[in-house]
């Protein structure tokens, strides 16, 4: 619900309510680390580079997010095609299977695509036949 002055306006979300807009770098004792960030850049999580996931219908990109909004959240359409130059696919398969990170290669999880399809699956309405 968004209030409005003395309006109150529903709004439904086309994909997730959490949609990560930034990839910031912050020093911690010599050592980059990355977050994601979200809500006007208020909030973030630590950038994992295993956890993040393309999904292939879509060609949306995805890492895990906060625990109480599902544990997933939606990377922003421009940084996702920046980040989507780091994915390795294997044998030409329309999942990335790899994530190269700061020279590193990291192996995807694919965590995420389980979490996204429970958390569509419990959120779509129920059909009775």
């Not at 920046?82 to 299977?97: N, Q, Y």
Request: net charge negative; charged share 20%.
């Amino acid at each position: 619900m968004s209030h409005c002055g003395r309006e109150r306006n529903f709004v439904h979300c086309d994909d997730l309510p959490i949609v990560f807009t930034e990839l910031l770098s912050q020093s911690e004792d010599s050592v980059d680390m990355y977050h994601l960030t979200y809500a006007g850049g208020t909030l973030s999580v630590a950038f994992q580079p295993e956890h993040v996931a393309m999904m292939p219908e879509t060609g949306r990109v995805y890492h895990t997010g906060p625990a109480n909004c599902g544990g997933v959240g939606l990377i922003k359409s421009s940084l996702a095609i920046e980040l989507s130059k780091f994915f390795e696919f294997a044998d030409g398969g329309s999942i990335p299977t790899h994530f190269v990170w700061q020279e590193e290669k990291h192996q995807l999880t694919n965590t995420v695509l389980t979490r996204l399809t429970e958390t569509k699956r419990s959120h779509s309405p129920v059909v009775d036949d």
